[in-house]
Each structure stands twice: as C-alpha cells, then as structure tokens.
C-alpha cells in the first residue's frame, strides 16, 4: 500500500512539473512576462547600487543578500542536523 501511494504521488507531481513546463515561453522568446521591470532594473543598476561589477554577484550579494543569509543558515542547520543523526556511536570499550 505505501508502494502505490508513494508512485500516485509521485505522477502527481510529475504531471504538475509538466504542466508547468508546457507554460514556460520559448527559449529568446521576446514575452513581455519574460522581460520584466526588475531585470531591467538589475542590468541597468547594479554597477551604481553595488559598485560591484559583475551582476550576479551584486544581486546575490548586496540585492539578495538577506535571503542568501537565511538560505546558508537553513543549509548549514540542516548539515549540523545531518551530522549529529550520523555520528558515530562509541564503542563499549571506550564508553
């Protein structure tokens, strides 16, 4: 029984990254939902907000550089958490 729901959950999500994929616009399509007002806004900016010079690290950097924190601290518990669950146990002997 967890076989057969563990696969129905499975094609559900895989029918959803589908349809999700069918709606996504053509590689270089020129859709004005592609092409939106913060792209705009990062290209023509981010060496005089920053002065960083290349784009994608002054948007992950100084932009973004919040989330990022929080991302590395989610990363980073969860390592700690991983390392703790896996660490091995002594031995009798040198208990």
């Known amino acids: 029984m967890k076989q057969l729901s563990?696969?129905?959950?499975?094609?559900i999500f895989i029918g959803f990254l589908l349809m999700a994929v069918v709606e996504?616009?053509?590689?270089?399509?020129?859709d004005p939902t592609v092409h939106?007002?913060?792209m705009d806004k990062y290209i023509e900016?981010?060496?005089?907000?920053?002065g960083a010079t290349n784009i994608v690290s002054a948007v992950i950097l100084d932009y973004?550089?919040?989330d990022t924190f929080?991302?590395?601290t989610v990363i980073f518990t969860a390592f700690i958490f991983v390392r703790v669950m896996l660490?091995?146990?002594?031995t009798e002997d040198e208990k």
């Open 24 to 30: 996504m616009p053509a590689l270089g399509s020129d």
């Open 6 to 11: 563990a696969v129905v959950i499975t094609v």
């Open 87 to 90: 660490k091995e146990r002594g």
């Open 45 to 50: 900016d981010s060496i005089k907000d920053t």
């Open 64 to 66: 973004r550089a919040f």
């Open 70 to 72: 929080i991302e590395a």
């Open 36 to 38: 939106n007002e913060v």
